[in-house]
C-alpha cells in the first residue's frame, strides 16, 4: 500500500492558481470602476435660474434668482453661481426667460457714480433692444450754420444709462423723433444740453458688454 499518494492528493489542493488572483483583481477593479462612476455622475452644482423673465437692460440682484442643483460637468463654468453677483447686481444684456439657467453671458456690470437725469430728443427709432436700465451711448451731429446739414458724428457721452422711452402719441407718433430719459455723467450734462440748444441731432447706440467678454 502506497501511503504517499493521500500526502500528494493533498498536497496538489493548496496548489496557487494565478487565475483566481486575476479574478479577485478584476472585480475589486470593476466595482471601483462602478463606485467612481457613480459618484461623478451623482455630483451636482449650484447654479442661478431666472425665478421671472428678464428683460433687456433689468437690472437684479440674487434676490430675483432661485438656485438650481444641477449636473453640469465642465459646462458649469458658463453659468452664474451664486458667488458671481455683486452686492448691487448686474444687467441683463439679453432676455432671460423664466426657468432659464443664467449664462455668464447674459450679464453685464452696473455702473454707478455721480450722474444726473436727462431727456434728450434723438433722431430716427430707438433701437429694438433699448429699454429701461439699458447702457447707450449717446451720439449727436451737430448742425451746419443754415441748419440744411450736418456734420460728422460723435460720441457725446459714452456711458449712459436708460430710464424710460417715452413713447410718441397722436400727430407726434407719426414723426421720426422719440425722446429716451437717459442717466449721465454729471460733469456730461453741460455738454447733452448745450447740443440740444444747438439743434444736434442726436442717437443712442447700445453699448451692454457682457461680463465673460471682459
Same mark, same amino acid.
Given at each position: 500500500m502506497d501511503r504517499s499518494a493521500p500526502r500528494l492528493r493533498a498536497h496538489r489542493s493548496f496548489v496557487f492558481d494565478p487565475r483566481f488572483v486575476i479574478g479577485v483583481v478584476l472585480v475589486v477593479v470593476s466595482a471601483?470602476? %462602478?463606485?467612481?462612476? @457613480?459618484a461623478t455622475v451623482d455630483q451636482t452644482s449650484d447654479v442661478y435660474v431666472a425665478s421671472a423673465t428678464l428683460n433687456t437692460g433689468e437690472r437684479f440682484t440674487a =434676490? $430675483?434668482? *432661485? %438656485?438650481?442643483?444641477? !449636473?453640469?460637468?465642465?459646462? /458649469? $463654468?458658463?453659468?452664474?453661481?451664486p458667488a458671481d453677483i455683486p452686492a448691487d447686481g448686474v444687467v441683463a444684456v439679453r432676455p432671460i426667460h423664466e426657468g432659464e439657467l443664467v449664462p455668464r453671458s447674459s450679464v453685464g456690470e452696473v455702473r454707478v457714480g455721480d450722474e444726473a437725469q436727462v431727456v434728450v430728443t434723438v433722431s430716427g427709432p430707438v433701437p429694438s433692444v433699448v429699454d429701461r436700465s439699458s447702457r447707450v451711448a449717446l451720439w449727436a451731429s451737430a448742425a451746419s450754420d443754415s441748419g440744411t446739414a450736418f456734420a460728422a458724428p /460723435? @460720441?457725446? /457721452? +459714452?456711458? +449712459?444709462e436708460v &430710464?424710460? @422711452? &417715452?413713447k410718441p402719441t397722436g400727430i407726434v407718433a407719426a414723426g421720426t423723433e422719440m425722446q429716451v430719459e437717459l !442717466? @449721465?455723467? !454729471?460733469?456730461?450734462? #453741460?455738454? /447733452?444740453?448745450?447740443?440740444?440748444a444747438n439743434g444736434a441731432a442726436l442717437a &443712442?447706440?447700445? $453699448? =451692454?458688454?457682457?461680463? #465673460? *467678454? !471682459?
Open positions: 471601483l470602476g %462602478v463606485t467612481w462612476l @457613480v =434676490d $430675483d434668482l *432661485a %438656485v438650481a442643483h444641477v !449636473r453640469l460637468g465642465s459646462a /458649469v $463654468d458658463h453659468y452664474l453661481e /460723435v @460720441v457725446l /457721452v +459714452a456711458e +449712459a &430710464i424710460s @422711452v &417715452i !442717466r @449721465v455723467p !454729471r460733469e456730461s450734462v #453741460a455738454s /447733452v444740453l448745450e447740443a440740444m &443712442i447706440v447700445p $453699448d =451692454d458688454e457682457p461680463l #465673460a *467678454a !471682459r
